[in-house]
């Protein structure tokens, strides 16, 4: 990396992905029945289609739109909000008070993540904090006590998902989230910020439970392998517990959550390619760039330089930044324009190619970060209580 690095984001960029994200059809703003609010996975850009209306991206959406909200930016967000939060409470499991993934051709599907119950339940916080209105207060509690009533073991591991159709949480060793593991610490989260909303201790200690377990799966170098059954370490879910850690340190205060998330971070810098990015896999020389997980990676980078100076955070943060705005997709097709690639495979320039998938959580996650790189001068104690 070039020392000094200073990179300045282009508020058309922004502007670009916000606007992909409000108008592109992402988001069914429009929608009438079952889809209405909803937010899809991603468009594909070969079959010139949308692909499943998902939990997990609505979730993020809600998050994304109040900070949006609170920095000022153009756009209804408040009004996007509400309506993908009215959509994630129709997926609500009536017995249970648990979010069901999604919608895949207008059939609910009957799995039930953990994971994605635990940004959903933040999501809908954020709404609350956003608007005020104390409803989605009220079904975040619902979610929130069903993850620790069924889905949280004694240890403080998750179980990863519920199958409706067989009645029982199950585990597949063939998809790395689809067993427990120290990413789905992210559902402390929430849990923490319920916890200050509604008081008492019950959220707080499971959240803590769920970190203290995370921290025992971090390897001597700094890396958090994909999941309990895992050596190898997924950038990705690597960095959704370096962000449960910094959230939940901003909150606990314990210098060991601390520690373990500058840890990890230091891994993910030290992998930092010339091109900015970080190849998603560890003790890969070869395979994808996930521009989502790049993102994260420079969200994470710039909110602990915001506790700690240390300006080769800066760089990586910068080196990544410039990775993302490669990774915006431009041409005359709305649907795609504004939005970014999932991932890139090969380094930049040299027979390298993105994906033909443009999907919201990349998106915004990249915005997140962008934003997060052009507010200079924000607190540490400020900015992560916008973190998702």
Not at 153 to 176: C, H, I, Q, T, Y
Not at 177 to 206: D, E
Not at 253 to 272: E, H, I, M, N, S
Not at 319 to 324: I, Q, S
Request: contains cysteine.
């Amino acid at each position: 990396m070039r020392a000094g690095r200073d990179v300045r984001v282009d508020a058309a960029v922004l502007r670009r992905a916000e606007a992909w994200l409000q108008h592109s059809g992402i988001c069914v703003r429009n929608g009438v029945g079952a889809s209405a609010g909803a937010v899809y996975s991603y468009y594909d850009t070969q079959r010139r289609a949308h692909t499943l209306l998902y939990a997990e991206a609505a979730g993020y959406l809600l998050s994304l739109c109040r900070y949006l909200h609170h920095v000022g930016c153009g756009g209804d967000w408040i009004a996007l909000g509400q309506a993908g939060g009215e959509w994630l409470l129709s997926l609500m499991e009536p017995s249970r008070g648990a979010l069901v993934m999604g919608l895949r051709g207008g059939v609910v599907l009957d799995q039930v993540y953990a994971f994605d119950n635990g940004v959903c339940c933040k999501g809908l916080l954020d709404l609350h904090e956003m608007t005020g209105i104390p409803g989605y207060v009220e079904q975040a509690e619902r979610v929130a006590s069903w993850l620790v009533r069924d889905a949280l073991n004694e240890d403080g591991s998750v179980k990863p998902v519920l199958d409706l159709s067989l009645g029982r949480f199950v585990e597949n060793r063939r998809a790395w989230f689809m067993v427990s593991g120290s990413f789905q610490a992210k559902i402390a989260m929430p849990l923490l910020q319920l916890s200050s909303l509604l008081g008492g201790q019950g959220f707080r200690q499971a959240a803590v439970r769920i970190c203290e377990w995370a921290l025992a799966q971090q390897r001597p170098d700094g890396g958090f392998p994909a999941n309990k059954l895992a050596r190898r370490v997924n950038l990705h879910a690597h960095l959704y517990t370096v962000e449960a850690l910094l959230y939940a340190y901003a909150i606990e205060g314990r210098d060991d959550f601390l520690t373990a998330a500058a840890r990890g971070l230091v891994w993910a810098a030290a992998r930092q390619r010339a091109d900015g990015g970080i190849l998603l896999w560890s003790n890969a020389r070869w395979g994808p760039t996930a521009t989502y997980a790049v993102a994260q990676a420079v969200r994470a980078f710039l909110l602990l330089d915001l506790l700690k100076p240390d300006e080769r955070l800066r760089e990586a943060a910068a080196a990544g930044a410039e990775f993302l705005v490669r990774m915006q997709a431009d041409g005359p097709d709305a649907a795609v324009r504004g939005g970014f690639f999932e991932e890139r495979r090969g380094e930049i320039g040299l027979g390298s190619r993105n994906s033909h998938r443009v999907t919201s959580w990349t998106t915004m996650f990249a915005v997140h970060a962008l934003h997060l790189l052009s507010r200079r001068g924000a607190s540490f104690t400020e900015e992560i209580k916008f973190l998702f």
